[in-house]
């Protein structure tokens, strides 16, 4: 396949390229697209062959739902279900975080949603972004577009053009290349089809912000409760919560180690530790953010592709204090590990 590449800067000078995406779309075709986030791969929601196709080119799971993207707030009532319990704290938080890194997931109109697109379950996980050339292309699809990260699954997810390019050209319709993702890590979602808010995925949006928006109190999973189903130590019941939870993300094509624990020893155990295996003839990658959350959050992927780029066979990471937005990017780092996790409090 030859995958057309587009540059766009802006939606209204590159109406003529953001029309033709969207016909490509329109037609059974995979776009590839930037959001706030990460860059996002888009198949029009009415077009079942392509939502198939979705599947195929990431090599994703069947049972691994995908959520949907609106470029309107009112759009949300083509595909999800209103008359749930929390229909009015969905309409605040729709206020006061759309567009932005929000996923709210409620009860999908079956009539409008296919159930392939959620991995056979009732919910639909839906979000705003706020990035202008992803809305202007999902209006002129005319229809919410579905849209997981541009990449392989299980790869760490695209925040340039030229990650989708590096993954994806050859393999899609067309790719439009945007501005870097400014947020750099994917959405937090947010299940509120049931009577307790849930947080499912942990995001540029914290609990605390969320609660505002919420009279119900917000839960969260509880810690440790993800390391230790990728340890394979307990098999909690994340199933019905959230499908896509049970597979591996994220993952660099390097061995990634991920430490946790006291700062000030992560210097010198993971250089300590980097030398060691230098001197087993093993070339070393190390990742440390210095504690600085929101770098971590916007570089991350970055990072991870950066060192597979160069061929390096372990990568090493530094935690980060889990407060507010370090909390997120630690989730992402510890799924890259699969469970290589060395806690120094304990060492």
């Known amino acids: 396949m030859d995958t057309i590449i587009y540059h766009i800067t802006d939606p209204d000078e590159d109406y003529d390229k953001i029309a033709e995406a969207a016909e490509v779309m329109n037609n059974g075709g995979l776009v590839a697209f930037p959001t706030d986030t990460v860059y996002a791969l888009g198949a029009a929601i009415t077009q079942f062959d392509a939502i198939q196709k979705l599947f195929e080119v990431k090599n994703r799971p069947k049972d691994n739902p995908m959520s949907v993207l609106v470029a309107r707030d009112l759009d949300m009532h083509m595909v999800a279900d209103f008359t749930a319990p929390n229909a009015q704290a969905a309409a605040n938080f729709i206020e006061m975080f759309w567009p932005g890194p929000l996923t709210l997931v409620m009860?999908?109109?079956?009539?409008?949603?296919?159930?392939?697109?959620?991995?056979?379950?009732?919910?639909?996980?839906?979000?705003?972004?706020?990035?202008?050339?992803?809305?202007?292309?999902?209006?002129?699809?005319?229809?919410?577009?579905?849209?997981?990260?541009?990449?392989?699954?299980?790869?760490?997810?695209?925040?340039?053009?030229?990650?989708?390019?590096?993954?994806?050209?050859?393999?899609?319709?067309?790719?439009?290349?945007?501005?870097?993702?400014?947020?750099?890590?994917?959405?937090?979602?947010?299940?509120?089809?049931?009577?307790?808010?849930?947080?499912?995925?942990?995001?540029?949006?914290?609990?605390?912000?969320?609660?505002?928006?919420?009279?119900?109190?917000?839960?969260?999973?509880?810690?440790?409760?993800?390391?230790?189903?990728?340890?394979?130590?307990?098999?909690?019941?994340?199933?019905?919560?959230?499908?896509?939870?049970?597979?591996?993300?994220?993952?660099?094509?390097?061995?990634?180690?991920?430490?946790t624990g006291a700062p000030e020893a992560y210097t010198g155990a993971i250089r300590s530790a980097a030398k060691r295996m230098e001197k087993e003839g093993k070339s070393v990658g190390i990742i440390d953010f210095m504690g600085d959350a929101k770098e971590a959050a916007n570089k991350f992927y970055l990072e991870l592709r950066r060192l597979d780029e160069e061929g390096k066979d372990i990568i090493m990471c530094a935690g980060l204090p889990e407060v507010g937005l370090g909390g997120a990017v630690m989730d992402r780092m510890r799924k890259a590990s699969g469970g290589e996790v060395v806690n120094l409090d304990r060492a």
């Open 107 to 259: 009860k999908r109109l079956s009539f409008r949603v296919l159930s392939e697109i959620t991995g056979g379950r009732e919910n639909i996980g839906v979000r705003m972004p706020d990035n202008d050339i992803a809305r202007a292309l999902i209006a002129e699809v005319g229809n919410p577009v579905v849209a997981p990260s541009a990449n392989i699954s299980g790869h760490p997810s695209p925040t340039t053009g030229q990650h989708v390019i590096d993954e994806l050209n050859g393999k899609v319709d067309m790719i439009l290349v945007g501005p870097d993702c400014k947020l750099g890590i994917e959405s937090t979602i947010l299940d509120i089809s049931d009577e307790h808010p849930l947080i499912l995925r942990k995001g540029p949006l914290t609990r605390d912000q969320l609660q505002e928006a919420c009279p119900r109190a917000i839960y969260e999973l509880a810690e440790g409760e993800l390391e230790k189903m990728l340890k394979g130590e307990e098999e909690p019941d994340l199933e019905e919560l959230a499908p896509g939870l049970k597979y591996k993300h994220y993952q660099p094509k390097a061995s990634f180690i991920l430490y």
